[in-house]
């Protein structure tokens, strides 16, 4: 089993194993074991841990950091002697304190100035060294010897007199590591931690239960640096301090997951980039927010910020070097550890938006061929020049040549290149409102917008949003550039942008011809960020009535009465009236709470789903809780407890949903804990009682289910006249029919059947002839029914749904193995325990085993191929979810979906399957 990266958690030391392994042998043997490590990888932590690990084995442990060593401390005696008085009282040997006393009285500056004295001082560490080892094992630890000026004076003492010696540096550092490097027995180099073990340290760092989706979003930020066990904990330490987590129902989570992670500000890699003052921190903004900025483009910034382009060369160099920046072939910029950007952008505040400006301005002024003047000489062949002590100074040629030769290829000193349009657009826009009116920028902006909104239409979105700033209100060019705006902006779901253009527009003014689009888009940027239509934009595009009836829309689902409305409210939205594929549609999506569904009803074709936003989590959960991918559910509907901009009954249904969860993972309370929080008010009757007994009968408790179910029958099922009430009227029937077949009352799956016909015959459709389907199969041995349903299922309802069909198939049908099968594979792909026992034990009452295994070829996704052959290193699945980024619960449900598609019963099975020729994967086409 791989060995967890050390790093103290809570007084406990975790990881690094195969390391202190090596540290554990060295107790009784003289000799330097040389620790180097990058900054942040743990060696402080590894030494502490050792250190505790030597003294329990009763070893003399002198234990000290190189740090503070005063400027004329050549030896670095000073913090030796100090690790040493600490020591003297568990010693208590008179040798060891006057040979304690002879080093104190020769560590003085005037020693180091008589190479005799220097002499006497060293025989003196080696006369203390030896009178320390006469009473037992004695163990040097030296930490950060990298910042002494000669370490190996010390480590030499204590190696003549037989001491074991652990000294610990940076690899980037040179000097003495260098020469102890020659003198080490043994050198133990601590790499970055390995991606299957960050999640484990993480949690552990937690000191509890931390959500799914934590773990995701810090390796995410970190980028880079996700390795780096000192970071990890830094960073996580940061967000305990500022207040980032909250806890939902034991679980701690992040409380604004969209707020960035930054590093902490005294982070190595924060510092690096702040002693560039204000021009780090711009390179590193810049680079982060502009896709296209690399080094050819450092003239122009250069000569339009006023900097000189020999300083912005080598920063960059250096930069690149640190590993604050990367570039790619063509010598474009970026910043591998997203969290530094926030974090130095805190340290060092910058006006990117004026950066921009300025650069846009010196490009426009240059012209399509023009000369902006005489520019700074180029990087090239000057990146050796001279620059402040401590920046640059450990920058070879070679490493500065990476970076340097894009600008020496892009073009001789003094010019700069006619900038591409894609640049200058991209100045343009990403500099805002900080740039002033200019219609002549609209062309440019537009015809770079025409040229990507194709393949790139979030960047056309950018260029007519930018190109609204340009226009005259209310002109034709204003409207012909809005109304782009506007569809692009819902294409690509950015509906926080679209908010900010149409509240502009109505501020600004705008033409006729486009009011009821700003309505429509007011409607949808309201429905999918939450809170009411502003009522200065609601009084200016509420004239007309079909404005008015998008607004009123999205003030009844903001009111949490959307699913009420009826096909009425959708037509009037639409402006026509609702036909049968439409109705149809709604009828599907209503039941199941795909709420983007019925967005993409409503707007059509031209619909963008939100890329985040409670909208977005929200539509993830429905979704996932049909298609049966179950095991991230939890995690959103507690990210959603902490998300604002939901209307109430949707907040209530993520809570059944993430109780029928639970239940049906075989954790009823947990299950109860989620129901508990649904409040009283909740309009969806039959969905809570459907989620309530079905807690109880999984609890074991089949009559206590039976009698709730009953007792709310009537207000359920009597007479239905709202679309609300048809919300799950479905699943609770069909749960109640499942209930009184495994009881054998005959007599209440009669009423049951009877109540679905009634209902279906008022209430024409999908959802309820579903119902009436499986009630016909259970009460008459309507096979024909039953097998119906399954088709319809599989053609509209959802997997957990088309598990029990499958069952109410195979309860009747002659040859019971097919379905039961099939029921398995949902089974396993949904998770827990207790629905794969429940099917398991409804099969052995049928006389039928479980899925054997099968061989032949089978289809794979990329992570699916890849978690077998992590399996097949051995890796567990919290290691594994660390090793892909996902969480530990999403990898259980790639391997239920893989125990499905193959056939196989674990995962020992999974991953010797393909080794011995049972199985040939290829690729998902």
Request: glycine share 10%; hydrophobic share 45%.
């Amino acid at each position: 089993m791989p060995e967890r990266a050390g790093m103290r958690v809570s007084g406990e030391f975790a990881g690094r194993d195969a390391e202190l392994r090596v540290l554990d042998g060295c107790v009784e043997t003289a000799g330097l074991v040389l620790v180097r490590a990058g900054a942040g990888a743990g060696k402080t932590a590894l030494l502490r841990e050792f250190r505790k690990r030597a003294r329990s084995r009763g070893a003399h442990v002198i234990a000290f950091g190189c740090g503070d060593v005063p400027e004329w401390d050549d030896f670095g005696t000073v913090p030796v002697m100090a690790a040493v008085r600490a020591e003297l009282p568990k010693i208590g040997d008179a040798r060891v304190a006057a040979a304690v006393a002879a080093v104190a009285r020769g560590s003085t500056p005037e020693t180091y100035s008589s190479a005799p004295a220097r002499a006497a001082l060293f025989a003196d560490l080696v006369r203390f060294f030896f009178a320390l080892r006469g009473d037992g094992a004695v163990v040097v630890l030296a930490d950060d010897v990298h910042t002494a000026p000669r370490p190996e004076a010390i480590i030499e003492a204590a190696y003549q007199a037989g001491c074991a010696v652990v000294a610990a540096c940076r690899t980037d550092a040179g000097g003495g590591p260098a020469r102890l490097s020659a003198m080490a027995r043994r050198i133990l180099d601590l790499p970055p931690l390995p991606a299957d073990e960050t999640a484990s340290l993480l949690e552990a760092l937690a000191g509890g239960r931390l959500d799914d989706a934590v773990a995701p979003a810090v390796f995410t930020a970190l980028g880079s640096l996700a390795g780096n066990a000192g970071t990890l904990s830094a960073v996580f330490g940061e967000l305990v301090r500022d207040g980032r987590f909250a806890e939902v129902l034991g679980h701690r989570c992040l409380a604004d997951p969209d707020r960035p992670i930054a590093l902490p500000s005294g982070h190595p890699l924060v510092r690096h980039v702040t002693r560039f003052g204000e021009l780090g921190a711009e390179l590193v903004a810049l680079a982060h927010r502009s896709d296209l900025f690399g080094v050819d483009d450092l003239p122009a910034f250069a000569a339009a910020t006023g900097r000189d382009l020999d300083r912005c060369g080598r920063a960059v160099d250096d930069l690149v070097v640190a590993g604050a920046l990367d570039h790619d072939e063509y010598g474009r910029l970026s910043v591998p550890c997203p969290a530094l950007v926030p974090a130095v952008v805190r340290a060092c505040p910058v006006d990117l938006p004026a950066v921009h400006r300025a650069i846009a301005e010196h490009l426009l002024r240059a012209g399509p061929g023009g000369v902006a003047g005489a520019e700074p000489a180029g990087v090239a062949g000057q990146v050796a020049a001279a620059e402040p002590a401590g920046v640059a100074e450990h920058v070879s040629p070679a490493e500065s040549a990476v970076v340097a030769e894009h600008v020496a290829l892009a073009e001789p000193a003094g010019h700069i290149a006619p900038a591409e349009p894609a640049i200058v657009a991209e100045h343009v826009a990403l500099a805002g409102p900080a740039l002033p009116p200019n219609p002549a920028l609209v062309a440019l902006l537009e015809r770079e917008a025409d040229r990507v909104g194709r393949h790139d239409p979030a960047t056309a979105a950018r260029c007519h949003r930018a190109a609204l700033r340009h226009c005259e209100p209310g002109s034709a060019t204003h409207s012909r550039v809005l109304s782009t705006a506007l569809r692009l902006l819902i294409r690509t779901g950015d509906y926080r942008c679209l908010g900010d253009v149409v509240a502009e527009a109505v501020a600004a003014g705008f033409a006729e011809g486009v009011r009821y689009e700003l309505a429509v888009s007011a409607a949808l940027v309201a429905v999918h960020l939450g809170g009411p239509v502003p009522e200065p934009v609601r009084s200016a595009l509420a004239v007309e009535a079909s404005g008015r009836a998008a607004l009123d829309f999205a003030a009844a689902f903001g009111a949490g009465s959307y699913a009420l409305a009826g096909e009425a409210a959708f037509g009037a939205f639409r402006g026509e009236p609702v036909g049968a594929d439409w109705a149809r549609g709604l009828e599907q999506a209503g039941d199941q709470h795909d709420i983007l569904s019925l967005n993409r009803l409503l707007v059509g074709p031209g619909y963008g789903e939100p890329k985040s936003g409670p909208m977005a989590v929200f539509g993830r959960l429905t979704r996932n809780f049909t298609r049966g991918e179950w095991a991230g559910i939890p995690s959103d509907a507690r990210r959603l407890e902490l998300t604002g901009g939901i209307p109430s009954p949707l907040r209530q249904f993520t809570r059944v949903i993430a109780a029928e969860i639970h239940a049906s993972w075989g954790e009823p309370d947990r299950a109860a804990q989620w129901l508990a929080k649904v409040s009283a008010d909740f309009p969806f009757r039959a969905i809570r009682t459907w989620v309530e007994i079905g807690i109880a009968y999984r609890a074991g408790d089949w009559d206590r289910a039976r009698e709730r179910g009953w007792a709310a029958y009537p207000d359920i099922v009597g007479d239905p006249v709202h679309p609300g009430d048809l919300v799950g009227l479905r699943w609770f029937l069909v749960r109640m029919g499942y209930l009184e077949k495994q009881a054998g009352n005959v007599g209440k799956l009669q009423v049951l059947c009877r109540d679905a016909k009634r209902l279906h015959a008022r209430h024409p459709g999908v959802t309820l002839g579903i119902a009436e389907l499986i009630l016909r199969g259970l009460a008459e041995n309507d096979r024909a029914a039953a097998a119906e349903a399954v088709d319809v299922l599989r053609r509209h309802g959802n997997r957990p749904e088309l598990m029990r069909a499958l069952i109410t198939v195979a309860f009747l049908a002659e040859d019971p193995r097919p379905w039961y099968h099939e029921a398995y594979e949902i089974a396993e792909q949904l998770g827990g325990e207790w629905l794969r026992t429940s099917v398991t034990a409804s099969m052995k009452e049928s006389g039928v085993a479980a899925p054997s295994r099968r061989s032949g070829v089978v289809a794979l996704t990329g992570d699916e191929e890849r978690i077998i052959g992590l399996i097949q290193q051995g890796l567990t699945n919290r290691q594994i979810a660390a090793a892909v980024r996902v969480s530990e619960k999403t990898v259980e449900s790639h391997l239920t979906k893989l125990f499905a598609k193959t056939g196989c019963r674990s995962r020992l099975d999974l991953a010797t399957a393909s080794l011995d020729g049972r199985l040939v994967f290829t690729p998902v086409p």
